[in-house]
């Protein structure tokens, strides 16, 4: 079985280096925080002291990292890994960061000889743990053929959509569209409960009709509508709001140098800035229905 190593074992990176031991695969892990790095060990993992050791003699290197930054430092320049990779090894970055980066990345690397994938994901925590992410690909046809015993082991879903960057593209747009669907359900839904609407009912009404949503289906915003979700548990856990308001920033900035026209997801942008600043970064994002709610 393949070796795989794993940097950055976060709320997203853990249960997803989890799911690789499970499936078999060595994996050689590596994280800043020692009690993240403790828990993988316990399940399996060789617990490595630095990037390059994990990295060594692996035939797979997966990061899931929280932003370009970091994932620039990771592997490439003065910091980075790139000269312990083996030839043959394949570099797949999972965390969602700006396309220029992943492009830039990919360059460096590329000039090494080594191959590069931007697999950035969508499912949350949920689909971490459950081994359901989607996989969303930039790279060569080639190298997304031989991503696949990897991204399965973690996922679902495997799209390719084009050459390095562009699945960090299609992340961004896919993010934007579900803050926009966050905002604008629980605007309809405090609508309807301030002229005396159950919001259970709102719900099932706008599910049956044609406002029906990802959000309404499984993740409403008003608190005690679902179970089990993070609007009926004090918006804990699940997609916290400084993540959205970086996925929301790369948006702005890829719409920017595109000279694109986003007039809802800046919007949607400026709403999320301003529920981050309120202090709800690390809430949940369907915490935002409280910018709405009526305060007794
Ligand atoms: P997190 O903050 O829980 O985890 C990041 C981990 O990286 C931490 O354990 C941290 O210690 C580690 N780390 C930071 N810098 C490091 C370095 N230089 N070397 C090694 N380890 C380092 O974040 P997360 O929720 O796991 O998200 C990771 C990425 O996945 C982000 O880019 C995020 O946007 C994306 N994402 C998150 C979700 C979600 O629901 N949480 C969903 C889809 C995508």
Redesign the pocket.
């Known amino acids: 079985m393949s070796t795989v190593a794993f ?8 249960p997803m280096a989890s799911n690789l031991l499970k499936a078999g695969f060595k994996v050689q892990a ?4 020692e009690t ?1 790095l403790a828990q993988l060990a316990a399940e399996g993992a060789k617990a490595c002291t630095s ?1 390059a050791e994990a990295a060594t003699a692996a035939d797979f290197v997966i ?5 370009g930054k ?1 994932v620039a ?2 592997y490439t320049g003065e910091t980075g890994i790139a000269s312990v990779l083996r030839k043959d090894a394949l570099v797949i970055d ?4 700006d396309a220029t980066t992943a492009r830039k990345v990919g360059a460096e690397l590329a000039a090494q000889g080594i191959a590069f994938i931007d697999a ?9 743990k459950a081994g359901t ?1 989607t996989f969303i690909v930039g790279g060569s046809e080639q190298n997304f053929n031989r991503a696949q015993s990897v991204l399965s082991a973690m996922g679902k879903n495997l799209f390719h959509a084009g050459d390095v960057g562009a699945g960090q593209v299609a ?1 961004i747009c896919n ?1 934007m569209l579900l803050s926009i669907l966050m905002v604008g359900t629980s605007e309809a839904l405090q609508l309807g409960i301030d002229n005396g609407l159950d919001p259970k009912v709102l719900s099932d009404i706008m599910l049956k009709s044609s406002g029906r949503n990802w959000t309404l289906e499984l993740y409403n915003p008003c608190p005690d509508v679902m179970p089990n979700v993070p609007s009926s548990n004090g918006y804990q856990g ?3 709001v400084d ?1 959205m308001a ?2 929301l920033s790369l948006a702005t900035e890829t719409a920017l140098s595109s000279q694109s026209s986003t007039p809802m997801g800046t919007l949607a942008r400026s709403l999320y800035v301003a529920h981050q600043r309120q202090g709800h970064g690390k809430e949940d994002f369907s915490g935002i229905f409280q910018m709405f709610a009526k305060k007794n």
């Open positions: 940097i950055g074992l976060g709320n997203m990176g853990g590596f994280d800043l925080s993240a990037a990061s899931m990292l929280p932003a970091h430092m990771t999972c965390s969602t960061i950035p994901v969508s499912g949350g925590v949920g689909g971490a992410l992340k993010n699940g997609f916290m993540l970086k996925d």
